[in-house]
Each structure stands twice: as structure tokens, then as C-alpha cells.
């Protein structure tokens, strides 16, 4: 019994430091000159315009964006069980803020991290585009940068929203587990 008490008590002592290490790799912003910014969508409001999450995934990449570190904004989503295009709703906010039509890609394929991932690396290929920087939530930066870099993009930099909320009791934990799981795949 005691055995198991020290394995079950050392499993939960790694997974809780592995928690902490992602969300202070998360947090550690590393700026740096990209060919492109690319922005994982996340939930549309009813109105169609986007969450408050994702407003400052968005707001984080448009002041990257605004200092010059990348000329272009890659916005990726799906069309969610709200009905509505993420990326066009992602690329409506950033016009509206003043970034160029032309500075905006739309990916509305980008159905999960995997798929923006894999689709972002297409497009920068036939772009001739080498580096990418990454604006999304803390807690989702580390495994996002895996999934880019395993797609073969070359991840110079990334950012996080400055966006809290008690919904990140459950997605922290939740990421450990999602970012262990594409660590272990091949």
C-alpha cells in the first residue's frame, strides 16, 4: 500500500510540474521577426463577432503585427457549432483595427491545433514563407509550436493573450494531457 501511495503521490508531484512548466513557457512571450502570424480561432459569439479569448489572441497578434514583426496575419478556424466562419469573423476584426485585406490570410480549415498546423505549413510553403510566430492563449503556445513545428514550420517567436478566466481551471490541465499526447506521437 505504501508503494502505491509514493507512485500515486510522485505521479501527481510530475503531472503538477509539467503543468507549471507549460504555463510558464506559455507566458514567456519571445519576440522575434516572423514571415507570418498565425492565430488558432476559438469560439464566435452569437452576434458573430469573436469571444473575448479570442479578441486578445487577436489583439496580441495585431500589436505584433503593428511593431512590424511579421507583415502578414494568418487567422485559422472552422465554422463552429455557432455557424459561423472563424476566420472570416477573425479577419473582420483585424480589418476593422486597420490591418490591410491583403496583410490577412484565412484558413477556415483549421478544424483543430493539428489541422491549422498542417494547412498553415502548406501555405507557407507556396508562399516560400520560412518562420511563423504564434499569438494564442498561454496555456496552448507550447503545444501549438510543437504541432508547427512538426508540420515543418520554423517557429521564431510566440506570444500569448492576456486573457484570464475561470475557464482555465479545467483547459490547463486539459493541455498538459493534449500537449504529453502530441509529444508522444511520432
Known amino acids: 500500500m505504501r508503494k502505491l501511495i509514493v507512485l500515486g503521490s510522485s505521479a501527481v508531484g510530475l503531472f503538477l510540474l509539467a503543468t507549471a512548466a507549460l504555463v510558464l513557457t506559455g507566458l ?6 516572423a514571415d507570418v502570424i ?3 480561432g476559438n469560439t464566435i459569439l452569437p452576434d458573430g463577432t469573436p469571444s473575448p479569448r479570442l479578441q486578445a489572441r487577436l489583439d496580441a497578434a495585431l500589436t505584433q503585427f503593428q511593431k512590424h514583426r511579421a507583415p502578414r496575419i494568418l487567422v485559422s478556424g472552422a465554422t463552429g457549432k455557432e455557424g459561423f466562419d472563424e476566420a472570416a ?5 483585424l480589418l476593422k483595427r486597420g490591418v490591410p485585406a491583403g ?3 484565412e484558413d477556415n480549415q483549421g478544424w483543430t491545433t493539428e ?7 502548406q501555405l507557407m510553403r507556396q508562399h516560400g514563407w520560412q518562420t511563423a510566430m504564434v499569438a494564442t492563449q498561454y496555456f496552448h503556445v507550447p503545444r501549438f509550436r510543437l504541432a508547427l513545428q512538426r508540420a515543418g514550420i520554423s517557429v521564431s517567436g510566440n506570444v500569448h493573450a492576456p486573457y484570464f478566466e475561470l475557464r482555465d481551471l479545467y483547459s490547463v490541465p486539459r493541455e498538459t494531457v493534449g500537449y504529453a499526447v502530441y509529444f508522444a506521437r511520432p
Open 103 to 105: 496583410a490577412i490570410i
Open 38 to 40: 498565425v492565430v488558432p
Open 89 to 93: 469573423s477573425m479577419a473582420r476584426y
Open 115 to 121: 489541422a491549422t498546423a498542417r494547412n498553415a505549413a
Open 28 to 33: 514567456n512571450d519571445k519576440l522575434a521577426s
